[in-house]
């Protein structure tokens, strides 16, 4: 039996899209362990929520000084895998209009997922960068992004006002037309936090995040009011009990609220932990995991 001509031009169609298909990574559902038993969450002391509330033991004897071979500048060897510098790149993007420099590290196209981190107050990109720095752990969120097909970016952010609110979006629609169709999760960090709850009331960035997280953050008031609130876009919070830049009693009672009224959301709360605390110790797979990058 003879072959049409447009079946045949069907199933030549049907051959190169999956050879590009097969080009491109699958969207992790799970990130896969790296270094595990080193980055995750120690002595849980407290757990409420099913789990999604979990107060940590933390320690700066063993947290810090057992783990720096120089307290809080150079973490020990074992703690950072240096092969995935060979991924990492600086760059400056077209950001809604604006230029903006970022740090790129793994697939420049096609990623599995994105995930975007947002320094605080005197920060830029290169302090999301080190490899050394904060116990290892940005490094470990490296190897994470380029062992499970994703990327990893960290801008300099200009301003913590509407114009750096702006260039961030501006950056999530950039990550989403590099890889189309693929979640994209944003991280702040302390001053950082003003970013992500002004993204939360950007429609169209809340249309492209599969989720946000705070670590050390301001609390934000209004977030009932927004388009994550409406959509239940999935927030995670983690935040040190002994901060002395923002309260963690005034995240912890947002999170109570929201989680009584049966919004995704999941609290990490070190104790004794300082305002720096939630960057060095958040398990990154864990809370990625719980967000979900399918």
């Known amino acids: 039996m003879h072959l049409s001509t447009a079946h045949l031009i069907f199933r030549g169609l049907l051959a190169c899209a999956v050879i590009v298909a097969s080009s491109f990574p699958a969207a992790a559902a799970q990130l896969q362990p790296f270094k595990d038993e080193l980055f995750s969450y120690g002595n849980v002391l407290e757990t409420a929520d099913g789990g999604d509330y979990r107060v940590v033991d933390y320690q700066e004897m063993r947290d810090i000084n057992g ?56 920060g830029d990109r290169r302090l999301g960068a080190n490899d050394w720095s904060f116990g290892g752990n940005f490094n470990r969120l490296k190897n994470l992004a380029v062992e499970n097909g994703g990327v990893y970016y960290v801008p300099s952010v200009r301003s913590f006002d509407d114009r750096g609110v702006a260039d961030i979006a501006g950056l999530i629609a950039y990550a989403q037309r590099q890889s189309p169709g693929r979640p994209v999760v944003l991280a702040c960090a302390s001053m950082g936090s003003f970013i992500c709850w002004g993204m939360t009331r950007n429609p169209q960035a809340v249309a492209a995040l599969k989720g946000v997280m705070i670590m050390g953050g301001p609390t934000d008031p209004t977030f009932r009011s927004s388009a994550a609130y409406k959509a239940k876009l999935p927030l995670f919070f983690s935040h040190g009990s002994a901060d002395s830049v923002y309260a963690a009693a005034d995240q912890v009672a947002l999170y109570r609220s929201l989680k009584a009224s049966g919004y995704p959301s999941r609290f990490v709360l070190f104790q004794t932990g300082s305002h720096g605390t939630p960057v060095r110790m958040t398990d990154w797979r864990d809370a990625l995991n719980w967000i979900g990058l399918d």
């Open 67 to 122: 783990r720096d071979q120089v307290p809080e500048r150079r973490a020990k060897r074992a703690y950072v895998s240096l092969g995935v510098k060979s991924e990492q790149v600086n760059e400056t993007i077209d950001a809604a209009g604006r230029s903006l420099d970022v740090t790129r590290v793994g697939r420049g196209q096609g990623a599995a997922f994105s995930v975007i981190f947002i320094h605080g107050r005197g």
